[in-house]
């Protein structure tokens, strides 16, 4: 279940309902699908086949495609990273920049967890949004935000897209943006 720690005030927001509600002030939609209709065997996998996707792709094809209609998301994939992904390191330090982008940034955790770093209203701040299996996050176009993996180093995550292309980050400047 997602963890929201707001970085300025150092409070905790937990629970479902709370997590959706805050978030949604903000502007960020959540929702929670149910992780168990991932077949047991691709719960703790990490380094995928294209056939594994494709399970994965197909296990939450109901819930995908509801999102895409509501929202015009047009395009999906899933992304796998884990200590067994090429050059993580590099890739996670080109991802932990603070970006915006001119779509919404989707992310529907199936395995592991993550954090989103979100910048929210002018009266929070930065927050650090944990995601774990089931959970479903989308940061709306233009707002900063980056992305990182927890010590574990472990997510599958499904993108959705409006551009069949992908998004493009942006660089977002902001100096009241300190690194944790």
């Known amino acids: 279940m997602a963890q929201i720690r707001i970085r300025n005030t150092e409070q905790v927001i937990t629970g479902e309902e709370n997590v959706r509600a805050f978030l949604n002030d903000q502007g960020v939609l959540y929702e929670h699908w149910d992780a168990a209709k991932l077949p047991e ?12 996707k494709e399970q994965i792709l197909a296990a939450f ?30 890739l ?20 592991g967890e993550g954090i989103f770093v979100i910048k929210g209203s002018d009266e929070v701040g930065y927050m650090d949004v944990l995601v774990e299996e089931g959970d479903v996050i989308s940061v709306p176009e233009n707002i900063p935000h980056f992305f990182t993996l927890t010590e574990s180093k472990k997510i599958v995550a499904v993108r959705l897209f409006i551009e069949t292309e992908g998004w493009i980050a942006h660089p977002f400047e902001d100096p009241a943006f300190i690194k944790a």
Do not use: M
Not at 75 to 83: G, K, M, V
Not at 102 to 109: F, G, L, P, W
């Open 41 to 52: 065997a691709l719960r703790h996998r990490f380094n995928l086949s294209d056939e594994d």
């Open 61 to 90: 094809d109901v819930e995908i495609r509801d999102l895409a209609s509501r929202r015009g998301y047009l395009t999906w994939d899933i992304i796998s990273l884990s200590d067994a992904t090429p050059n993580i390191e590099e």
């Open 92 to 111: 996670l330090k080109k991802f932990e920049q603070v970006h915006t982008h001119t779509e919404d940034e989707v992310r529907a955790i199936t395995a």
